[in-house]
Nanobody, 124 residues
């Protein structure tokens, strides 16, 4: 049974940092690209970034580039996103997603499994 469980969300002031985690199980983790997406109130789910299966390459949306960093631990089956210099517009539910393919994608439909999400709220 595939499981993706996000944690680490919460309320934080603008300018501060937060680290989200996602615990994965039930599929070939190290051969799967992993992505982070988010959905802000009243908006569609949007791409945040991905990391390829080996962990050697990451790619980010322009809106978070230079502020967010994705990493993974293929021994613990975990991925993380370190979010720095948070802005109120980063407020959203954040989801991790797994793609049963080692190469990442920006497209929601390319991901096979999704977590339930964790809320991040950034106050001004």
């Amino acid at each position: 049974q595939v499981q993706l469980v996000e944690s680490g969300g919460g309320l934080v002031q603008a300018g501060n940092s937060l680290r989200l985690s996602c615990a994965a199980s039930g599929f070939g983790f190290s051969s799967s690209a992993m992505g982070w997406f988010r959905r802000a109130p009243g908006k569609e789910r949007e791409f945040v970034g991905f990391i390829v299966g080996s962990g050697a390459y990451t790619y980010y949306a322009d809106s978070v580039k230079g502020r967010f960093a994705i990493s993974r631990d293929n021994v613990k089956n975990m991925i993380y996103v370190q979010m720095n210099s948070l802005k109120p517009e980063d407020t959203a539910v954040y989801y991790c997603a797994a793609r049963t393919n080692p190469y990442g994608s920006m497209r929601t439909n390319d991901y096979n499994y999704w977590g339930q999400g964790t809320q991040v709220t950034v106050s001004s």
